[in-house]
């Protein structure tokens, strides 16, 4: 079945280093979506990605979504506090979310 | 604002014990979800509805069942709960009918705990 793996588990920056988060499918997707979760919080949506080679950004936040739809990644420049939390990808045609990579912040 | 409500954030049962954790939302979403989220596994989904009366399998169906008898309210059941049970379960929601690509509205969770 299909399924998406999510690297890195973990990562610890300093504040004001970049990170990249990477989602990688065994099978094309449709689309892509982002999650952020807080400590102690839900996952709220952030974006969703739809075409081959898609790239969107938020702020600091810059979203890009492979050309042959199998990839996406999520980076974060300068880092800040905030930003502290689990960020997720959820590949679909059927949803299947990764495992999550949690962000910490030293400041 | 969407608002996706769940009964309890905290929840300690005994083994075997028949368990409702219950999810409300607010905004006239045709499609539920309920997933688990535990540490190194992400959200792996329980089961999906689509309507009322209506429901899917997701990846890990087996041990839970779940009820939509009114559209704003979708239940989980566990059975006859068991220690692997224990786990995070967050309730989700979002339009389009039968789709799945749609935004995803998540409720607080609740922390559910077997011993």
């Known amino acids: 079945g299909q399924q998406v793996m999510q690297i890195p588990q973990y990562q610890h920056v300093q504040e004001g280093e970049d990170f990249t988060t990477y989602c990688n499918s065994s099978?094309?997707?449709?689309?892509i979506q982002w999650y952020k979760q807080r400590p102690g919080g839900h996952p709220v949506f952030l974006i969703q990605?739809?075409?081959?080679?898609e790239v969107k950004k938020q702020k600091r936040l810059t979203f890009q979504f492979g050309e042959a739809k199998k990839n996406s990644s999520l980076h974060i420049t300068a880092t800040q506090t905030t930003d502290v939390g689990t960020y997720f990808c959820?590949?679909?045609?059927?949803?299947?979310f990764g495992a999550g990579t949690i962000l910490r912040v030293k400041s | 604002d969407v608002k996706v409500t769940q009964s309890s954030r905290y929840l300690v049962k005994r083994t075997g014990e028949k368990v409702f954790l219950e999810c409300v939302q607010d905004?006239?979403?045709?499609?539920m979800f309920w997933y688990r989220q535990d540490p190194g596994l992400g959200l792996r989904l329980i089961y999906f509805?689509?309507?009322?009366?209506m429901k899917e399998k997701g990846d890990i169906p087996e041990g839970y069942s779940v009820s939509r008898e009114k559209k704003e309210r979708f239940s989980l059941i566990l059975e006859s709960a068991s220690t692997n049970q224990t786990s995070m379960y967050l309730c989700?929601?979002?339009w389009g009918k039968g789709r799945r690509t749609d935004t995803q509205y998540f409720g607080p969770g609740t922390r559910l705990t077997v011993l």
């Open positions: 989700a929601s979002s």
């Open positions: 099978t094309t997707l449709s689309n």
């Open positions: 990605l739809v075409k081959s080679g």
């Open positions: 959820a590949g679909l045609h059927k949803l299947v």
């Open positions: 905004m006239d979403h045709e499609n």
């Open positions: 509805s689509y309507d009322v009366k």
